[in-house]
């Protein structure tokens, strides 16, 4: 008698957030095990609560300090892969350094030094006229950043430091796994989350509400033209656990070009009904900007991008009816 395949399991750090909710349904649905880490068991309830089926397929484990390395490699013991997401992301913050930039670097390094102890498998199983590859990198530094009054910098620096700081831990200690990164610009798309209110969205979506709700009377400049779905990322991710072109590979993770103006005009056709709330449109084309060339993503993933008026649609969709149930509920 054959012995009965048991599923891989995958850590996912943040697995209650934006990105780490999409990538865990992701997981799921093609059949692995999730070992999930979140910081208390009330999200972990709410996430189960929301995905009933989906939540056998998942071990919650709370760490509240994923800086915390004794913590990430008790976690890590027994697992297949390691899909690491989360990091501070918001600019309400004052301290640059101990806000943002070295819990975004320790978080990313606890997380490889606790990889590096699961024991190997047996089966070894806006630049007009530049085009960004794989192959750029941000030039922010730490000490740049670390008295930036730029939020936007210091936020974009965060996760160069957190990167680097990765690669260098693989260049040094040359562990037994292969480290695989994502560089995504401004995320859209639907959030998965089980504890979703219109208050608490994440950063990137609330951008996307103050813009498609009304909240604001005139459209801002778009500083970052670039957007990726988080569907798109998610799949990204599950797909490199077992991808030998990903091995130790770097990746834009760009689904399109967007402006603000694009948006609006996107949900005026798409849900009239809403087009009162929304600012007047001026410009008929996005500023003029730098591109892209996620050729090598296309090529190693045979990915199909989701376009830009799917993935607002989708999340606005969601949203506006999420405003009209807590709309009732307050009723």
């Known amino acids: 008698m054959s012995a009965i395949a048991c599923p891989a399991v995958v850590l996912v750090t943040g697995g209650n957030g934006f990105v780490g909710a999409a990538t865990v349904l992701e997981l799921i649905e093609r059949g692995y095990h999730v070992k999930a880490i979140i910081r208390s068991q009330v999200k972990a309830d709410a996430f189960n609560q929301k995905y009933p ?67 190997a498998s047996s089966d070894n199983g806006l630049w007009p006229g530049k085009t960004f590859t794989a192959d750029d990198w941000n030039p922010a530094t730490w000490d740049q950043a670390a008295s930036s009054p730029n939020p936007y910098y210091v936020m974009a620096a965060s996760k160069t430091v957190a990167e680097q700081a990765a690669y260098d831990f693989v260049a040094q200690q040359k562990p037994t796994f292969a480290l695989t990164t994502f560089c995504p610009p401004i995320m859209f798309g639907p959030p998965l989350q089980a504890e979703l209110s219109i208050k608490g969205l994440n950063t990137a979506n609330g951008i996307v509400w103050d813009l498609l709700s009304g909240r604001v009377k005139e459209l801002p400049e778009t500083k970052m033209p670039i957007f990726v779905d988080v569907r798109d990322l998610a799949y990204l991710q599950v797909a490199a656990l077992t991808n030998e072109k990903a091995k130790n590979q770097r990746y834009l993770a760009i689904s399109g070009h967007w402006y603000a103006e694009q948006l609006v005009d996107i949900v005026k056709e798409e849900f009239p009904e809403q087009a009162h709330r929304l600012p007047p449109t001026v410009r ?7 591109e892209f060339d996620v050729t090598k993503t296309s090529r190693d ?20 009816a999420k405003e009209k149930e807590e709309t009732a509920e307050k009723a």
């Open 53 to 119: 089926a989906q939540s056998r397929s998942i071990e919650w484990v709370i760490v509240p300090d994923l800086t915390n390395e004794d913590a990430m490699t008790a976690v890590a013991a027994g697992v297949d892969y390691v899909i690491h997401v989360a990091s501070p992301f918001s600019f309400a913050f004052t301290d640059n350094v101990n806000a943002i930039l070295k819990p975004a670097r320790d978080m990313t390094l606890a997380t490889l030094k606790a990889a590096a102890n699961i024991p």
């Open 284 to 290: 008929t084309k996005g500023p003029d900007h730098f």
């Open 301 to 320: 993933f045979d990915i199909e991008w989701i376009p830009l008026r799917k993935s607002i649609v989708d999340t606005m969709k969601l949203l506006y």
